[in-house]
């Protein structure tokens, strides 16, 4: 399972400018899983978690890459960071409207 997290009242799964991938955690990357509280705890007070499993993700073509997280996550969250990207020969506007599928 994969969790997004997300700002209330905005798309979740949106591809901002620059952006070549969409950042998610893979909950069972460490052990033990990740917890929601545990990776809210690391965000923003008022944000949401969006959950998608490996199918949901990967039956709209895209592809789910382990990219380390940023040195302001905690160890976990950084060992547990992925990516959604498009995988090679994908526009991206196909991914675009790949991402807005997952909504």
């Known amino acids: 399972m994969f969790i997004r997290v997300a700002e209330v009242g905005k798309p979740c ?3 901002r400018k620059n952006e070549h991938g969409i950042s998610v955690f893979d909950v069972d990357a460490v052990d033990p899983p990740l917890t929601e509280t545990e990776v809210l705890d ?4 008022g944000s949401l978690l969006v959950f998608r499993s ?3 993700i990967e ?3 895209l592809i789910i890459a382990q990219v380390a997280g940023g040195p302001s996550l ?3 969250l950084r060992d547990a960071h992925a ?3 498009a995988p090679p020969g994908m526009t991206r506007s196909q991914f675009k409207k790949a991402l807005q599928e997952l909504e």
């Open 83 to 85: 990516e959604i990207q």
């Open 74 to 76: 905690p160890d976990r």
């Open 59 to 61: 039956t709209k073509g």
């Open 13 to 15: 799964f949106q591809l």
């Open 42 to 45: 690391a965000f923003r007070a």
């Open 54 to 56: 490996r199918e949901d």
